[in-house]
């Protein structure tokens, strides 16, 4: 393998890493029983600059490098997808293989809630959820809300949803490096602070955090196994 074949495949499984889960952000219709892999596949399906990376959604719950069946992957396009799998499974822990065939948004709740309920040793303690909004720097965002809800989820939800659409629409074309990590990284950071990286044990851990941890894992993996990737399986 060549130095740039080589930095060309880190750049793509860094990538993919970073938009694995961005189904979540994705609206779905009222009863629709499409996951938010499916949601995620289509989204990034739908650009000529992403397309590339549509594969990490589609396969971020594979429990095993068998269950990606995609015609024409070779050995290694298959290690890195499931790399990623790998890694998000060990960014939320088990939970994350459990797919949420639901339409509905949801509001991240404040890690804190779940402290100070320990602490406190309160049966009937209220958790406290975050507005889902952007990342402004000059404000600081409370967990002012008494309670999820759904449709407020959903509103929020569609106002960082058209961002996306923003985003990837003005990139210029089809390529592994169309898209730089870093300014993604950024992109990611304010849209996605404040929406949840799933529901149950993971309502309180923010999209953005699990996507950067999820990036940072998948790329000891590959650094790991770099000089096999052809042949891992």
Known sequence: MSESDADNDYHFLKVGALLHDVGHVVPGLDGEEKGHSERGFEFLSSFASTELFSLFAKYHHALSIDEIKEDGLSQKEKNLLFMVSEASRLSLGDEANAEENDSRKHLLKSV?????????NVEDFKPKFYEPKKLNPGVFMYPCLGADNPDLAKEGCSRIYESFNDFFGKLSGP???QINEDLLLMFLEENTAFIPAGRGANEDISLFDHLK?????????YKFHERELDVLS
Do not use: E, H, L, V
């Open 213 to 221: 941890t999820a990036c940072a894992i998948a790329s000891c993996i």
């Open 175 to 177: 390529g592994i490096n």
């Open 112 to 120: 804190f809630s779940g402290i100070s309920k320990i602490r406190d």
